[in-house]
């Protein structure tokens, strides 16, 4: 039995999860250095549970407190925005309906000009988009599979 | 904290009581505090990082399942996060500790000696892997049972006891370190 092979069990036999050979209480009758060793570790089983714990300042509660009213108020802040662009669009899709209602029943009357200018515009954007399709179409598989994946996460790393 | 009544705890915060959750802080802070201060090593950041353990608990309240016990989930948000914790965040460790002489058993001033032990464990801790001083921060000082620190860790408790056991020869060979200079204490055959 060697200095290494005790050393290497100390802290084992100390906490009770090992118990000495006859080797090694042999060699532990003769070595100072083992003996030190074991009384230095007895030291350190004694003063580790006695060591001073930091404790929190008066205020810790309260600030915790306070950040999360500020996260709430973020989060209410970016469900109004939310909130507010889907009535904008509403509105639009709205004041567009009516708008076509009444074109297509002939209280407005919008020049044939015009009309014809709307579907070149509408063709040539088409025309440009089409070729890059399947680029966007990949793009916005990947992004969505990336925030589900993110999201999953997250949901993970929370739950229990 | 008994069972139902963290189960009513919870059950409140998740509601949206405020009050539930400032007694959940104020239930847990001292465990969270304890256990941040210990892990990183720049005590200045300890505060901020306990609070965003809280804000990180909150988030994740309508998500905890009570399978494990809800201070086992706390210490696994904490290890968490100061496993984040950038490591040049790091402040340099105190150097003075460098001067002093290896621990002696036995000295002739026994009393000296031990408290001298214990101011120099202090720091020893702080120059352990962050992966053991949470361990021991969880362990020894706040009084985690092996089995709690296993499921937070998702160890086996053989592999945590190990990590202790690894984690305390660590410390003993910081405290064992001669002071530079000092003469090599005669050590017997190995």
């Not at chain 1, 090992?18 to 250095?33: P, V, Y």
């Not at chain 2, 490591?87 to 009393?111: F, I, K, Y």
């Not at chain 2, 892997?129 to 053989?158: C, I, N, S, T």
Request: proline share 5%; aromatic share 6%; hydrophobic share 45%.
């Amino acid at each position: 039995m060697t200095c290494d092979q005790i050393n290497l069990r100390i802290d084992a036999v100390l906490d009770g999860d090992e118990a000495w050979t006859s080797d090694a209480r042999a060699h532990l009758d003769t070595c100072s250095r083992c003996q030190s060793r074991v009384a230095l570790a007895q030291g350190i089983n004694r003063w580790l549970p006695q060591l001073p714990v930091d404790t929190p300042p008066a205020t810790f509660t309260s600030g915790v407190m306070a950040r999360v009213r500020r996260e709430r108020w973020r989060a209410e802040q970016a469900l109004d925005a939310g909130f507010n662009v889907a009535i904008a669009a509403g509105l639009l899709l709205i004041v567009a309906g009516v708008a076509g209602l009444a074109w297509s029943s002939g209280l407005i009357v919008v020049g044939a000009d015009v009309v014809a200018l709307m579907r070149e515009a509408i063709a040539v954007t088409g025309a440009e988009i089409a070729p890059q399709l399947p680029t966007y179409s990949v793009a916005a598989l990947l992004l969505t599979m990336g925030l589900g994946v993110w999201w999953w996460t997250e949901h993970a790393n929370f739950e229990r | 904290m008994s069972d139902t009544a963290e189960r009513d705890l919870i059950a409140r915060c998740r509601q949206g009581e405020d009050g539930a959750f400032r007694e959940l802080v104020d239930q847990y802070k001292g465990l969270v505090f304890a256990l941040v201060a210990r892990t990183i090593r720049d005590p200045s950041r300890a505060e901020d990082l306990a609070q965003e353990v809280f804000l990180k608990i909150h988030r994740g309240l309508p998500y905890f399942r009570g399978d494990a016990r809800l201070s086992t989930w706390i210490y696994r948000i904490v290890v968490n996060l100061c496993a984040s914790e950038r490591p040049s965040r790091d402040v340099p460790l105190d150097a003075g500790d460098e001067e002093r002489p290896a621990w002696e058993p036995g000295g002739p001033d026994r009393a000296y000696g031990d408290v001298e032990l214990r101011d120099r464990l202090d720091k020893a801790i702080r120059r352990l892997p962050a992966h053991y001083r949470v361990l021991v921060a969880g362990h020894y000082l706040r009084g985690m049972k092996y089995e709690d620190l296993a499921e937070a860790l998702h160890l086996p408790m053989g592999t945590v006891k190990t990590h202790l056991h690894r984690a305390k020869r660590l410390l003993r060979e910081m405290l064992e370190e001669p002071r530079p200079g000092s003469e090599q204490r005669t050590a017997n055959s190995e």
